[in-house]
């Protein structure tokens, strides 16, 4: 028996929580051998740390911070989504926990920003 994918499937606002959560998931993965090591340059002596830390130091590392913050906002809350639609007593699509989700993923990467100009 052959499947076919169902296209509809993706229009779904469940599909577009479970792709931001996949998605936010894997970059953050990505990010974590990058952390430890420039957390291992702190083990390598005061030198090393400071030189990375003026390395990073520039407009694109600090827009990166403020992706990292929206990414772990966005993975917080699509599983605490998930906990809830798991552990709750009803079934079914929540669109105010999807929008909830994204709503506090927003909020946190503007508090920030904002706090990286202030």
Known sequence: MKLRSDSRAHKHPAWWAFAM?????????IFLPLHFWALG???GGEAGLDGFL??????????????LVVLLALH????VRLLLIEFAGWSGLR???IAGAVGFAAL??????????V
């Open 108 to 117: 946190a990467g503007m508090a920030f920003a904002l706090a990286l100009f």
């Open 41 to 43: 340059k702190a083990l």
């Open 76 to 79: 917080m809350m699509g599983g």
């Open 54 to 67: 003026r390395f990073a130091d520039r407009p694109l590392f600090k827009f990166a911070e403020w992706g």
């Open 95 to 97: 669109k105010n926990w």
């Open 21 to 29: 959560h996949r998605l936010s998931g894997l970059a953050l993965a």
